[in-house]
């Protein structure tokens, strides 16, 4: 099975600030990789499908990279509604499994 | 619209069984893959299976260890997800997702891009 791990598992920034999150695959996965945003109390949204294809309607400050093993998800100039909890999942590989999560707060 | 209404969930003893409906609408449904994922209360996410388009292909969790079985009905544009000896750990809230992969061969996702709002289980005695 593919582990995804990422990090760090809680960030705290200010806003218009630049935040990177990381996911690791414990094996390459190749571009198989998205990215979900979930905000307190609501469902999880697809952002980033494919390492780096922004989903349609998402803003342009996220974006996605990385490929086999090695993936980032980046927000630039980070705004008060992006509070949440940020996913990675493996698209590749039964079982599609979830990173455990990174939580994004403002400073 | 789309739309995904979750449905069967509810309180029942370790060992029992639930089954799940996940009902489709607004999008043509026999045409994409869809998924069950859980969030047990203050966690994350976690999948738990996929079936492809045509109920082919289906895949599951390690956790499911045989218990779940996966299911749709194109006919009645329904997914299905059959629990079997549950345990106090399934207890989570259950959401269906749609892949916006048109007739992508499972289990390779193109991503969840619409989500029911869930059906909560919770198994205690």
């Known amino acids: 099975d593919v582990q995804m791990t990422q990090s760090p598992s809680s960030l705290s920034a200010s806003v218009g600030d630049r935040v990177t999150i990381t996911c690791r695959a414990s094996q390459g996965i190749g571009n198989y990789l998205g990215w979900y945003q979930q905000k307190p109390g609501k469902l999880p949204k697809l952002l ?33 509604e992006d509070v949440g909890t940020y996913y990675c999942q493996n698209f590749i590989s039964a079982p599609l499994t979830f990173g455990g999560g990174t939580k994004v707060e403002i400073k | 619209q789309e739309h995904l209404v979750e449905s069967g969930g509810g309180v029942v003893q370790p060992g029992r069984s639930l089954r799940l409906s996940c009902a489709a609408s607004g999008f043509t449904f026999s045409i994409f893959g869809m998924h069950w994922v859980r969030q047990a209360p203050g966690k994350g996410l976690e999948w738990v299976a996929a079936i492809s388009y045509d109920g082919s292909n289906k ?67």
């Open chain 2, 59 to 125: 895949y599951y969790a390690d956790f499911v260890e045989g218990r779940f079985t996966i299911s749709r009905d194109n006919s009645k544009n329904t997914l299905y997800l059959q629990m079997n000896s549950l345990r106090a750990e399934d207890t989570a809230v259950y959401h269906c997702a749609k892949d916006q992969g048109v007739v992508v061969p499972l289990p390779i996702s193109q991503g969840m891009d619409v989500w029911g709002r869930g059906t909560a289980v919770t198994v205690s005695s």
């Open chain 1, 48 to 80: 980033i499908y494919s390492a780096s294809t922004l989903q349609s309607g998402v803003p342009s400050r996220f974006s996605g990279s990385g490929s086999g093993t090695d993936f980032t998800l980046a927000i630039n100039s980070l705004q008060p």
